[in-house]
């Protein structure tokens, strides 16, 4: 038992007060680097003026001799390169790793006031975010620190799908959750092996015709990460923290990418993860709304006035719903065009 009271005093005497509310900043495109590579870390500056988060990663992907390299690295980009407006985000090593221990003892204490977000790969269930959630409060405590480092969980296991829930739920400094299409299915034993898109096979098919089986039957290709993203995207919405995409890995099929980017978008979440700087590009055009999209819901909004009752607008009914989903899209646009003038244009805001 835990009284509702406590959940936002601080885990450790002298950590910051836990957030109340996930701040609004865009994160369209969680883009990721290699710290311990030299030639990416000479890119960061440039990556910042396209990137909305940054994210130095630790974890798969950098091979187990560079582990400490990469640590280091991200804590001279941490110090040293300004990021404009950029957030700066880590993915840490697993829970279960050798190394994780001093990724988040070292980054909390060296650049804690520099890191916005940590990602936690491989979360299983609520017990893992609280061993984090503590640790963390008692390095920012260390650190003098004044505001809190939130938390983002992959959902990447079976077990880590089945308690999503309570994963959301398990502290005010969770801001977030991605697919990790790749982990998942390998702790599924889901017989692909992409990372992260459709799958050719994986499809439905249409009745025979007059019983001829072998005939021509159309098919169409149903996608195998639906479930996954719905469920995250409830269990976000039900804790009020944010879902992502996460690595779509066909970096020269820019086309499927853009699809699997916009279904994620249409569904709920509100960004991705890059993998190249090619996807950048993809996930901004995708996870900002379109400009038509953007007046048709400002029309909506002003010509329902109180916003109750119904009318019809081109044909479409409108009412206190449809008027609640235009909210969805303005607001967003209002928060994206905040920072873009571009967007501001393009959106008449
Ligand atoms: C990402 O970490 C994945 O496993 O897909
Ligand atoms: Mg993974």
Not at 15 to 36: C, K, L, N
Not at 125 to 137: F, K, M, P, S, T
Not at 234 to 247: E, K, S
Request: charged fraction near 25%; aromatic fraction near 6%; glycine fraction near 8%.
């Amino acid at each position: 038992m835990r009284s509702p009271k406590d959940f936002f005093q601080p885990l450790a005497l002298g950590a910051p007060d836990p957030v109340r509310e996930i701040p609004f900043r865009p994160s369209r495109m969680i883009h990721f680097f290699d710290p311990s590579n030299p030639k990416m870390v000479a890119k960061v500056p440039d990556m910042a003026t396209k990137a909305d988060v940054l994210l130095g990663n630790l974890e798969d992907a950098i091979k187990a001799d560079n582990k400490e390299a990469a640590r280091a690295g991200l804590v001279e980009v941490g110090r040293n390169v300004d990021l404009g407006d950029a957030q700066l985000w880590t993915r840490i090593n697993s829970l279960d790793s050798p190394w994780c221990l001093d990724d988040l003892i070292t980054l909390v204490t060296e650049i804690g006031d520099r890191l916005d977000v940590i990602m936690v790969p491989k979360v299983e269930g609520a017990e893992d975010i609280h061993y984090v959630d503590r640790l963390v409060a008692q390095l920012e405590a260390r650190a003098g620190l004044q505001r809190p480092i939130l938390l983002h969980a992959i959902l990447e296991t079976a077990r880590g799908v089945a308690n999503v829930e309570e994963i959301c739920l398990a502290s005010p400094r969770m801001q977030g959750l991605s697919l990790g299409p790749a982990d998942l299915a390998a702790s599924r034993r889901m017989k692909t092996t992409r990372v992260g898109g459709g799958h050719p096979d994986y499809l439905v098919r249409a009745d025979p015709v007059d019983g001829d089986i072998e005939g021509a039957r159309a098919t169409a290709q149903q996608d195998l990460w639906h479930y996954t993203l719905a469920r995250m995207v409830d269990a976000c919405g039900t804790a009020g923290i944010l879902p992502y995409y996460g690595p779509f890995g066909d970096i020269a099929d820019v086309v499927a990418c853009e699809d699997q980017f916009r279904n994620a978008y249409l569904l709920g979440c509100v960004g991705t993860w890059t993998l190249h700087p090619k996807q950048i590009e993809i996930a901004k055009r995708v996870f900002s709304p379109e400009p038509s999209e953007v007046l048709w819901a400002k029309r909506v909004i002003d010509e329902m006035g109180d916003g109750t009752g119904a009318v019809m607008i081109d044909g479409k009914m409108q009412d206190d719903a449809t008027v609640k989903q235009c909210r969805v899209v303005v607001e967003l646009a209002t928060q994206l065009a905040a920072n873009d003038a571009e967007l501001a244009e393009a959106y008449g805001l």
